[in-house]
């Protein structure tokens, strides 16, 4: 099981509440995680990727904190290889299966 430090529980936080504020006009699809988790095997690191932008076409962009680093999933749920990097293992693998990984973050999400 990973161990998240606190300060990535605060910004969960943060964010859950400015996603779900009374500002926003959509909502967010439900099958959607806040972020997903990925092993990089070259840099021996866990990256986060949380979510960034949903495309009309059900596109999602998971980015990094620094907006460096990001992985796209495409409208099926598969996360897609990096055009301009390596990759960690998530590439190839539907949400479905990060999800079963406990290599996702879920939204908590209240009311209606």
């Not at 996603?19 to 806040?34: H, N």
């Not at 990089?40 to 990094?64: M, P």
Request: contains cysteine; proline residues 6%; glycine residues 8%.
């Amino acid at each position: 099981m990973l161990k998240l430090p606190f300060a990535f529980a605060a910004f969960s936080s943060v964010l859950v509440t400015l996603a779900t504020g009374s500002a926003v006009a959509q909502k967010i699809p439900p099958e959607l995680p806040l972020a997903i988790v990925c092993w990089n095997g070259a840099a021996q690191t866990w990256r986060a990727g949380y979510l960034d932008t949903v495309k009309e076409d059900g596109t999602v962009i998971y980015s990094s904190l620094t907006g460096q680093l990001s992985a796209t999933v495409n409208a099926k749920g598969v996360v897609q290889p990096p055009s301009n990097r390596l990759s960690g293992d998530c590439p190839g693998k539907t949400l479905e299966q990060l999800r079963a990984m406990g290599r996702v973050i879920e939204f908590q999400r209240t009311g209606k």
